[in-house]
């Protein structure tokens, strides 16, 4: 039985987002399609424990989502030539052209990454739909609520239906169009594999951090003359090269200054640095995952935490604020500026965030450190218990409370 579930968690990984899109295609609605594949995930999950796991799963939901689909229609009584259309469709479709792409699951991705639809709705929707993502994981990756989120999806879903956006295979010509919303959509997936959040998730996804990476090879190979796609190629490799330090035995994570240094991933940070001073030799003004890639070029330099150049960290973390002015990049730039400069000037950058970033968890770590650096401790303990509170992540509030339990 638990190879079952497995099997099935498995193909619901893997085959959900193709599910959904290749009926989307046939049948023009994703509602429609959203509910088929749901249907039949449930049909696996009753029969598969009796019947098997078929020897083709991706196949055998395809197959019963696409009956479902169809079963709807008929018991909703649409009959106009979308009903007619469906009465046509058989298993034996001839496979659509691939396109420019040949990976089925990029393939995917650059199409739902429509450019009629605003950068972060695109993002959202696929996210949703391909990414693997549920709706409270999107809805923290915007800092937004999730009611908010449902309501950004729910809107795409309807703007496609009503703007009859197709969902057609991208050609060659499409791709630098799409590729912004495409590389924001796996630098999420990445982050959530990095950082998994929910109770009974491994705080560590090795399966999105790895699937991120891999597309992003891909991608690196069909543009291979844009600086974005390998500076986000460089940033995920620096990232994932000290993925085995991160988290103790017990289960807590582990900071970067505490990390073993030695246990990083020498091959990828090598890959990694020969892609940023690829990008500098370029002479072109970088963009943001090149400048968030040569800021962990930087970190992963140092064999000690004490040899970290912090002011060139801080350089970067500059220019970036210049093209990127979010809060995020404001406190992670405020994190290095202590450093330098010390936890109280830091300290009143990081309060100046607090109306737009309350609801962030890190906002409230980084200022509970600094607060800690200064001797504040009751005002400290405050500020890990809202962080604790905002956390998902298990290995991360084990760490935030080891912090918070230390203080005096």
Same mark, same amino acid.
């Given at each position: 039985?638990? +190879?079952?579930?497995?099997?099935?968690?498995?193909?619901?990984?893997?085959?959900?987002?193709?599910?959904?899109?290749?009926?989307?295609?046939?049948?023009?609605?994703?509602?429609?399609?959203?509910?088929?594949?749901?249907?039949? &995930?449930?049909?696996?999950?009753?029969?598969?424990?009796? !019947?098997?796991?078929?020897?083709?799963?991706?196949?055998?939901?395809? *197959?019963?989502?696409?009956?479902?689909?169809?079963?709807?229609?008929?018991?909703?009584?649409?009959?106009? !030539?979308?009903?007619?259309?469906?009465?046509?469709?058989?298993?034996?479709? %001839?496979?659509?052209?691939?396109?420019?792409?040949?990976?089925?699951?990029?393939?995917?991705?650059? *199409?739902?990454?429509?450019?009629?639809?605003? #950068?972060?709705?695109? $993002?959202?929707? *696929?996210?949703?739909?391909?990414?693997?993502?549920?709706?409270?994981?999107?809805?923290?990756?915007?800092?937004?609520?999730?009611?908010?989120?449902?309501?950004?999806?729910?809107?795409?879903?309807?703007?496609?239906?009503?703007?009859?956006?197709?969902?057609? $295979? %991208?050609?060659?010509? +499409?791709?630098?169009?799409?590729? @912004?919303?495409?590389?924001?959509?796996?630098?999420?997936?990445?982050?959530?594999? &990095?950082?998994? *959040?929910?109770? !009974?998730?491994? %705080?560590?996804?090795?399966?999105?951090?790895? =699937?991120?990476?891999?597309?992003?090879?891909?991608?690196?190979?069909?543009?291979?003359?844009?600086?974005?796609?390998?500076? /986000?190629?460089? #940033?995920?490799?620096?990232?994932?090269?000290?993925?085995?330090?991160?988290?103790?035995?017990?289960?807590?994570?582990?900071?970067?200054?505490?990390?073993?240094?030695?246990?990083?991933? @020498?091959?990828?940070?090598?890959?990694?640095?020969?892609?940023?001073?690829?990008?500098?030799?370029?002479?072109?003004? %970088?963009?943001? &995952?090149?400048? #968030?890639?040569?800021?962990?070029?930087?970190?992963?330099?140092?064999?000690?935490?004490?040899?970290?150049?912090?002011?060139?960290?801080?350089?970067?973390?500059?220019?970036?604020?210049?093209? +990127?002015?979010?809060?995020?990049?404001?406190?992670?730039?405020?994190?290095?500026?202590?450093? /330098?400069?010390?936890?109280?000037?830091?300290?009143?950058?990081? !309060?100046?965030?607090?109306?737009?970033?309350?609801?962030?968890?890190?906002?409230?770590?980084?200022?509970?450190?600094?607060?800690?650096?200064?001797?504040?401790?009751?005002?400290?303990?405050?500020?890990?218990?809202?962080?604790? =509170?905002?956390?998902?992540?298990?290995?991360?509030?084990?760490? #935030?409370?080891?912090?918070?339990?230390?203080?005096?």
């Amino acid at each position: 039985m638990a +190879d079952v579930r497995a099997a099935i968690t498995r193909a619901h990984q893997e085959e959900w987002g193709r599910v959904v899109a290749t009926l989307t295609r046939r049948f023009g609605d994703l509602d429609i399609a959203e509910e088929a594949a749901a249907e039949a &995930y449930a049909t696996a999950v009753e029969r598969w424990p009796g !019947d098997g796991v078929p020897p083709n799963p991706g196949a055998w939901l395809t *197959t019963t989502a696409h009956r479902k689909a169809i079963d709807r229609i008929r018991r909703e009584n649409k009959r106009d !030539d979308k009903h007619r259309e469906a009465q046509m469709l058989t298993d034996d479709d %001839p496979p659509e052209p691939v396109g420019a792409i040949e990976d089925d699951r990029l393939r995917l991705i650059f *199409t739902c990454c429509h450019p009629a639809l605003a #950068l972060e709705t695109r $993002v959202a929707l *696929t996210l949703r739909m391909l990414g693997g993502l549920t709706v409270p994981q999107i809805a923290r990756a915007f800092l937004v609520q999730e009611s908010a989120m449902e309501q950004r999806i729910t809107r795409a879903k309807a703007k496609i239906k009503a703007a009859r956006i197709p969902y057609r $295979v %991208p050609s060659s010509e +499409d791709l630098p169009a799409r590729v @912004t919303g495409v590389l924001a959509v796996l630098f999420l997936v990445f982050n959530e594999g &990095y950082l998994a *959040t929910g109770a !009974d998730t491994d %705080p560590v996804r090795h399966d999105l951090t790895a =699937e991120a990476i891999r597309l992003t090879r891909v991608i690196r190979d069909l543009l291979p003359a844009d600086g974005e796609v390998a500076g /986000l190629l460089a #940033l995920m490799l620096l990232t994932e090269a000290r993925r085995a330090a991160r988290i103790s035995a017990n289960g807590e994570l582990v900071s970067l200054g505490e990390q073993d240094r030695g246990a990083w991933d @020498t091959g990828l940070i090598a890959e990694g640095h020969q892609l940023v001073r690829e990008r500098l030799a370029a002479r072109v003004a %970088p963009g943001r &995952y090149q400048l #968030l890639a040569a800021i962990n070029a930087v970190h992963t330099s140092a064999r000690e935490v004490r040899d970290t150049d912090w002011s060139q960290i801080v350089a970067l973390y500059d220019l970036l604020v210049r093209i +990127d002015p979010s809060p995020i990049v404001a406190l992670n730039r405020a994190v290095a500026v202590a450093e /330098l400069d010390g936890p109280e000037v830091a300290l009143a950058t990081v !309060d100046r965030l607090g109306d737009r970033l309350s609801g962030y968890h890190a906002y409230h770590a980084a200022r509970a450190d600094l607060l800690r650096r200064l001797g504040r401790s009751q005002e400290s303990r405050a500020a890990y218990d809202r962080a604790i =509170e905002l956390a998902g992540n298990t290995a991360e509030t084990a760490y #935030l409370t080891r912090r918070r339990d230390q203080l005096g």
